[in-house]
């Protein structure tokens, strides 16, 4: 009965809650959050911005701050849900509260979201934001780079850190949109194990977990232009 109970689990409860629901081990990630907590992390619709996936309201491609970034600047970006408080709980119980199941099922919503808009892009490695290696001892681990893990076995994709924090930025959440700039600026750089590959075939998914003003995304994918790379989409959880 072993493998009956795997299909069609006893009691199966919600990702992100202890309420009952029904699932099943093949059932879409969305379909394992109860409806409650789904409306409360509010998955994002369209129509968005083509760059940054920021809903719109108007007939608009690109949202205003989209269009204060150079084209070459511009990274694409998909986004699962927006960053509301039931989003922040989320993440601050598996950033902050270690919490590392919460990695396999943000990561799944995170892959839903990767098939749905970037099902013709050919992907050929997956990346992560790399954390300054002093956060990384308070919490033992990089989040991003556990997500990335995740949607990796999901897409069935190499992942590898290819990305160093040069040196440490005060939390984001924190600092207005020119202060994120300034504290960002010069903060990454292409780690050893990135320095032995060649980076210029790679088509790279850059995953994080949240996208606020899109300077992190953009500062490591300039970075990683810089190391030869052609192609560079990104992936958040919250936006």
Not at 73 to 94: C, E, G, I
Not at 168 to 181: D, T
Request: charged share 20%; hydrophobic share 35%; aromatic share 10%.
């Amino acid at each position: 009965m072993r493998w009956w109970s795997s299909l069609f689990p006893n009691n199966p409860s919600c990702w992100f809650c202890d309420r009952s629901i029904k699932q099943f081990c093949f059932s879409s990630a969305w379909s394992k959050v109860c409806a409650d907590c789904a409306a409360c992390l509010s998955p994002i619709c369209e129509p968005v911005c083509n760059v940054c996936f920021r809903p719109l309201d108007g007939d608009e491609n690109l949202c205003v701050d989209c269009l204060l970034v150079k084209q070459e600047d511009r990274v694409p970006n998909v986004s699962a849900v927006s960053y509301t408080s039931k989003a922040k709980k989320v993440l601050a119980r598996f950033k902050y509260s270690g919490d590392e199941r919460y990695a396999k099922y943000i990561g799944a919503i995170m892959y839903e979201s990767v098939e749905k808009h970037y099902h013709q892009v050919p992907f050929s490695l997956i990346t992560s934001v790399p954390l300054h290696q002093n956060r990384i001892v308070e919490r033992g681990f990089n989040q991003s780079q556990l997500l990335a893990d995740y949607i990796g076995k999901y897409l069935g994709l190499p992942t590898q850190t290819i990305l160093e924090r040069l040196k440490p930025s005060p939390p984001q959440a924190s600092l207005g949109r020119n202060a994120r700039i300034l504290s960002l600026r010069n903060s990454f750089g292409i780690n050893q194990d990135g320095q032995q590959l060649d980076l210029t075939p790679h088509t790279i998914l850059l995953v994080d977990d949240v996208y606020t003003t899109g300077t992190t995304i953009r500062e490591c994918a300039k970075v990683l232009r810089q190391a030869g790379v052609q192609t560079i989409y990104a992936v958040t959880f919250a936006r």
